[in-house]
């Protein structure tokens, strides 16, 4: 039973306008979220994270956003570029020892020039 | 810059042959991990070690075995390749005790004929 749960396998958006990434989880052991970026044929890159204690984490054009009575997580683009295409996975931890995260399936976002 | 190598971008085996993959970093982590990633399942743990000669099962570990005789090498071994271990491997990184992010290498591309 998948514990982080990205519903949206694909999104497209046009270029300029906003993304909005999607993730819902199931373990309320969970504290730590992140948000990673991967190209075809290369590892997945860290992108941005958030702790349970925040509801809300920006870095530059991107922002995460918790909310943990939902127990779902989302990552906005602003405004999108077609750079951003990539495959994004969203990723929990905290019900175990160390720096185990647990992954979403995975959403492909397109951006269209 | 956080560095971690895998020994191979792309392998083509052949089906019963033993395959192994290395990883590689140079920052001193005590955390390793090797994934595999395939389409709509996201990103799955087959193997994690936490110090060097210490090894722990993920969530998908048949098939596999792993070897980690020095703190900055972790391998992957499969004892006899199938087809339905061709796959996306990853392996990552990440410091010990914390909820940090992980840092992954390039990847390695396996296929099992």
């Known amino acids: 039973d998948q514990q982080v749960k990205q519903n949206s396998p694909s999104l497209s958006v046009q270029e300029g306008r906003i993304s909005i990434l999607n993730c819902d989880y199931t373990?309320?052991?969970?504290?730590?979220f992140l948000w990673y970026k991967k190209y075809p044929a290369e590892g997945p890159t860290f992108l941005i994270s958030?702790?349970?204690?925040?509801d809300k984490n920006e870095d530059g054009r991107f922002t995460v956003f918790l909310n943990k009575s939902a127990k779902h997580l989302s990552l906005h683009i602003v405004p999108s570029q077609p750079g951003d295409s990539a495959v994004y996975f969203c990723a929990a931890s905290g019900d175990n020892a160390g720096n185990m995260l647990t992954f979403g399936g995975g959403t492909r976002l397109m951006v269209k020039p | 810059d956080v560095k971690v190598t895998q020994s191979s971008r792309y392998l083509v085996k052949r089906t019963g042959e033993k395959v192994f993959l290395e990883c590689v970093q140079d920052m001193d982590h005590e955390n390793m991990f090797w994934y595999r990633q395939d389409p709509g399942l996201g990103l799955r743990l087959i193997y994690f070690?936490?110090?060097?000669?210490?090894?722990e099962k993920g969530d998908i570990p048949e098939g596999y075995s792993v070897s980690r005789e020095k703190k900055e090498r972790f391998s992957l071994i499969l004892e006899s390749a199938s087809t339905n271990q061709t796959s996306m491997y990853l392996c990552a990184i990440g410091r010990a005790g914390s909820t940090d992010t992980q840092y992954f290498g390039p990847g390695t591309r396996l296929t099992v004929l």
């Open positions: 070690s936490y110090d060097v000669k210490m090894k």
């Open positions: 373990n309320s052991m969970f504290d730590y």
């Open positions: 958030i702790s349970s204690i925040k």
